[in-house]
C-alpha cells in the first residue's frame, strides 16, 4: 500500500540554501508529507533475530539499525557545498489524548519540488526509501487516506495550539561565557543512557491532557562561515585556558574545547529540532523530563550542560512555528540567537548524536509498563 500525499503549495524561502533556483525564496514551492504509524514488534519475535549471544544484545543491535536509517538519510557525498535539491526531512512523532489506549508513534516523510507533480513523485520514492531502511524490528503501517492523515498523524493537535505555552522548542543550552577578555560561544550536546526515552513513552501515555512530542531530521551541509566561527570559538577557549580566566569557567572552557572539534569534524550534519505541543499548554514536568531524558549523561562520560526551553514571542511567531510543525519544515527563527554565525549550528548534530533523540522505542520482554503502541 502506498501513503496518502498531502500537498502544499507556497511562496519561499525555504528554511535552507538549495542548489536548485526554482526553490528558492519568492518561487512557488510545492511541499509533499506521508506519514505511517510505526509499531514495535512482538519481544518473542525480534529475539529470535538477535545476532548477540544474550538478549542484551537485541538492544545494542536495534540502536545500531536505527542508526543506519538515519544515516541513509543524507547524500552521500561528504564534501558537497550544496544542499539536497528535495529538502527531504523525516520527522518522529508521539502523541497522546487522554482515554485513548495506544500511544501513536508516528514516522512523517516531507519533501520539496518546483511542481505538484514531482513533488508527488518524490514523496513516493521517499516513501519507499524509508519503507525500506526502518529496522525489521517495527510493523510499518502508511496512513492511506486523508482522514487517516489527519486523524492519526498528530497534525490535528498541532493545529490546536493556539497559545504561546501551547508549543514549545527544547534545545541544547546554549549561552555565552565572558573570560575576561573576550566572549566565547557555548552549546550544549543531546546525550542519553541507554533506556531513558522509556520515561518519555511513559509520560506522554500519562499525560492527563493532549500532548505530541515531534524530532525532525534534515541533512545539511557545514558552511564555511560557521567552519570559521567554529574555530575561532575553539581558539579562543583554547587561550582562556591558559589565561588567567575565571576558574568557574575552566570547565566550560574543557567543554567547548572538546565538543566544537566534534563539530568541526562533522562529516554529515542534519539539522535536528524537538518540539512538544499540548493544546490546553505544555507541563512544566514535561519539559524537563524531555530535557533530562536528553542530556543524560552514560557513566563515565562529562554532563552536558543542560538544555533550554523556547517558546513563541508572538501570534505571529506562533503561527509559523505551527506552521512548520505542521509540515516538517525546520524552523530557523532568529529572534533569540546570541550570535548569528550559529543560527544554524545550534541545531546541528552528527549521526550519533541525532540517535540519541530521534529513537524509536525498544520494549523489554516485559514491555514498558502501561504503555502500548498503537498497530495496524
Excluded at 512523517?108 to 519507499?128: D, I, T
Aim: net charge negative.
Amino acid at each position: 500500500m502506498e501513503p496518502w500525499i498531502e500537498i502544499s503549495q507556497y511562496r519561499g524561502p525555504l528554511s535552507l540554501i538549495s542548489p536548485n533556483d526554482t526553490l528558492r525564496a519568492g518561487v512557488d514551492i510545492y511541499q509533499a508529507v506521508f506519514a505511517c504509524l510505526i509499531s514495535p514488534k512482538p519481544f518473542a519475535e525480534i529475539v529470535k533475530r538477535k545476532w548477540g549471544f544474550n538478549h542484551a544484545f537485541l538492544y545494542t543491535e536495534a540502536i545500531d539499525r536505527q542508526q543506519l536509517l538515519i544515516e541513509a538519510q543524507h547524500p552521500a557525498n561528504d564534501l558537497a557545498q550544496t544542499e539536497s535539491a528535495d529538502c527531504h526531512t523525516l520527522a518522529l512523532r508521539c502523541w497522546h489524548e487522554p482515554g485513548q489506549e495506544n500511544l501513536n508513534l508516528v514516522l512523517l516523510g516531507k519533501v520539496c519540488a518546483s511542481e505538484p507533480e514531482n513533488a508527488r513523485h518524490m514523496a513516493l520514492e521517499y516513501w519507499h526509501g524509508i519503507s525500506t531502511a526502518v529496522p525489521y524490528d517495527y510493523h510499518l503501517a502508511p496512513l492511506t487516506s486523508p482522514d487517516e492523515y489527519r486523524s492519526l498523524s498528530g497534525i490535528e493537535l498541532v493545529k490546536s495550539c493556539q497559545t504561546s505555552s501551547s508549543l514549545i522548542e527544547i534545545r541544547r543550552l546554549e549561552t555565552t561565557l565572558f573570560t575576561g577578555h573576550s566572549n566565547i560561544y557555548l552549546l550544549g550536546k543531546w546525550q542519553t543512557s541507554e533506556r531513558a526515552n522509556e520515561l518519555l513513552w511513559q509520560a506522554i501515555m500519562d499525560s492527563p491532557k493532549p500532548v505530541l512530542f515531534s524530532v525532525a531530521l534534515r541533512p545539511t551541509i557545514l558552511l564555511e562561515y560557521e567552519r570559521l566561527a567554529l574555530a575561532e570559538m575553539d581558539a579562543l577557549a583554547g587561550q582562556a585556558k591558559q589565561e588567567s580566566s575565571p576558574q568557574s569557567i575552566q570547565l566550560e572552557m574543557d567543554w567547548i574545547t572538546r565538543f566544537n572539534a566534534e563539530r568541526l569534524q562533522l562529516r554529515r550534519p542534519y539539522l535536528m529540532q524537538c518540539h512538544l505541543a499540548a493544546p490546553s499548554g505544555v507541563s512544566d514536568y514535561f519539559s524537563r523530563i524531555v530535557g533530562s531524558v536528553f542530556t543524560r549523561s552514560k557513566e563515565g562520560e562529562p554532563d552536558a550542560p543542560g538544555y533550554i526551553i523556547s517558546h513563541p514571542g508572538t501570534k505571529e511567531q506562533l503561527a509559523c512555528w505551527r506552521d512548520k510543525l505542521v509540515w516538517a519544515e525546520p524552523n530557523l527563527d532568529m529572534g533569540d540567537v546570541l550570535d548569528a554565525r550559529f543560527a544554524r549550528v545550534r541545531y546541528m548534530v552528527g549521526a550519533r548524536e541525532a540517535n540519541t533523540v530521534f529513537r524509536l522505542p525498544f520494549p523489554p520482554e516485559g514491555g514498558i509498563p502501561g504503555v502500548k503502541f498503537a498497530d495496524r
